[in-house]
């Protein structure tokens, strides 16, 4: 998706520059980002804040210029500024929900990873005595374990896995 957010914006500015409403200038990147607020949508931009220097314009009349030529788009669902001149978009609810289809689809092996290409490691996970009369360590070990392990066994890391206690 941040590819298809960036094609939409270096389409809106080259209309925007072809209208006359901006300054041509070249843009290097559109700094497609997620944004640290959810409220904020699911993408944003700062390629108006940083590409004001090279416009010689505000960086809120960038963003302007660059959402009021943005071109339509299914998968979007609003565009809207924030602040001096984030643009932020907001995706369409049937492209939230392709997720649901592609996992369907998958099935097992959604969202499998080749990240390790094949490494070999092993997983040890230590937990130290408990002082209490009930040994709980496994306990708390186990959840813990768990939320490690199953990220390195969906990558293409084959991993091994082994519990120690501290005595």
């Keep these: 998706m941040p ?3 960036e094609e939409l914006v270096r389409a809106a500015l080259a209309a925007a520059q072809e209208a006359g409403d901006l300054s ?4 290097d990147d559109c700094a497609i980002e997620r944004p640290a607020d959810t409220s904020h949508g699911e993408w944003t931009s700062t390629m108006a804040l940083k590409s004001a220097k090279l416009a010689h314009c505000a960086p809120r009349k ?8 943005m071109p339509e788009d ?50 040890e996970f230590v937990s130290a005595p408990c002082t209490s009369a009930m040994a709980a360590g496994p ?23 082994m519990t120690t206690a501290l005595r």
């Excluded at 041509?24 to 843009?27: D, M, P, S, V």
């Excluded at 960038?62 to 030529?69: R, S």
Aim: aromatic share 10%.
């Design 24 to 27: 041509a200038f070249e843009l």
């Design 139 to 161: 306990l708390w070990v186990t959840p813990s374990a768990a939320l490690w392990i199953t990220p390195v066994t969906t990558s293409s890391v084959s991993s091994t896995s």
């Design 3 to 5: 590819e298809k957010i």
């Design 62 to 69: 960038i963003a302007e210029a660059v959402v009021a030529h």
């Design 74 to 123: 299914p998968a979007i669902e609003k565009v809207e500024i924030a602040g001096p001149g984030f643009i932020n978009f907001y995706l369409s609810v049937a492209v939230k929900n392709a997720i649901f289809g592609e996992a369907r689809e998958k099935g097992m092996d959604f969202a499998k990873s080749n990240v390790g290409g094949g490494l070999k490691t092993q997983v």
